[in-house]
């Protein structure tokens, strides 16, 4: 794997918009998650987060503080992780890892109210599953049934680090 370069996680702006919608995923991703140009319109509570290395957009995902966390956790400080997306062109480089590390830190400093952070992830998807875990988060045990099928719940405690 070469050298990721210098990756930082930064709260959505226009800027982004061009290279977002220029996102290409292979089929067998695009199943398990949506790209970004999917995601332009959010609700209020969504909160669209890219993943820049070099000051290009190289990934995106959703940060939700809604209703919606409640199905995933017990926790009224959780915030939801949705919709992770690297762009086909860029994977490969450890730029999803390297997002995903600086998650907990880029969560404490947006979001100082938030103590965990959870996500659903399909019981195929064993790449994201991998991801995942190795960047801290773990499976609690709970299963919820998604579009395609049986999901895992994960969840990263921001407590106490």
Known sequence: MEKVDYVALKMFSDEHLEVLHSFKLPEEQEQFTALPSNMLEVAEGQHRIVIVSDHEPVGFFLLHSTER?????????????????????KQGKG??????????DFVKAEFPNCDEIVLAVNHKNI??????????????????????????????????S
């Not at 966390?69 to 062109?89: D, F, G």
């Open 127 to 160: 790449p994201a599953q991998r991801l995942y875990s190795r960047v801290g988060f773990v499976d609690i045990g709970k299963r919820k049934m998604g579009p395609i099928g049986e999901q895992f719940i994960m969840k990263l405690s921001l407590k106490g």
């Open 69 to 89: 966390v409640k199905e995933y956790s017990n926790n009224p400080k959780a915030m939801l992780l949705t919709a992770l997306s690297i762009n086909h062109a």
């Open 95 to 104: 730029y999803a890892k390297q997002g995903m590390l600086l998650l907990r």
